[in-house]
């Protein structure tokens, strides 16, 4: 048990080099942690999620989009008799947009999608994966306070999503659909 443990911890840490490879955009350090929680839905189940962000990469497509990359880690929880807890190792791509009118300078928009992802166990409660294999999904909204240098202070309200985008049979989705994250990017 342990060492499939510690193989998750090293594949993950691992891809945290990877932005010493990519060469077309520019490093950036974007640090975040986040708290979510659900309401029962037709599964009469609740899901809860803590998650750790990091956003490594960024290419700037223009003064309103830039695509960048990063890694999560994710703890999933649920009320349910059974199968109580998950976790998800994340690396996920996101489109960020920000808006043309200066009156909302600091706001913008994201969208994280086909993040490929590792769960920990295929079933969160009632909701069934075919596999560990996942894809993250998230769609949320922003803003960045700009602090001295390139230092920020981030604020984020999500919705987060994970399937196998029917890959597979079993595909019930996980959803935590009220995220609040707070995060500093330096």
Not at 50 to 75: C, K, P, W
Not at 76 to 85: E, I, S
Not at 103 to 132: E, I, K, M
């Amino acid at each position: 048990m342990t060492n499939v443990v510690f193989r998750r911890f090293l594949t993950f840490c691992l891809l945290g080099f990877l932005p010493f490879f990519i060469q077309a955009g520019e490093r950036k350090n974007e640090l975040l942690i986040s708290w979510g929680n659900d309401v029962p839905h037709i599964a009469h189940q609740q899901n809860s999620q803590v998650a750790l962000d990091y956003n490594f990469y960024e290419f700037r497509r223009s003064q309103r989009s830039g695509i960048s990359l990063g890694m999560g880690y994710t703890h999933l929880w649920t009320d349910a008799v059974t199968d109580k807890n998950i976790e998800a190792f994340s690396f996920y791509p996101q489109l960020t947009l920000w808006p043309v009118r200066q009156s909302l300078h600091g706001t913008y928009f994201f969208v994280r999608a086909l993040g490929p992802t590792y769960l920990s166990d295929n079933q969160l409660g009632q909701r069934q994966q075919a596999h560990h294999f996942a894809f993250q999904a998230q769609v949320g909204i922003g803003y960045r306070k700009q602090l001295v240098g390139n230092n920020a202070m981030l604020l984020q309200l999500s919705w987060k999503h994970f399937s196998n985008a029917n890959l597979f049979d079993d595909n019930e989705s996980i959803e935590v659909p009220f995220i609040l994250s707070l995060g500093f990017a330096f």
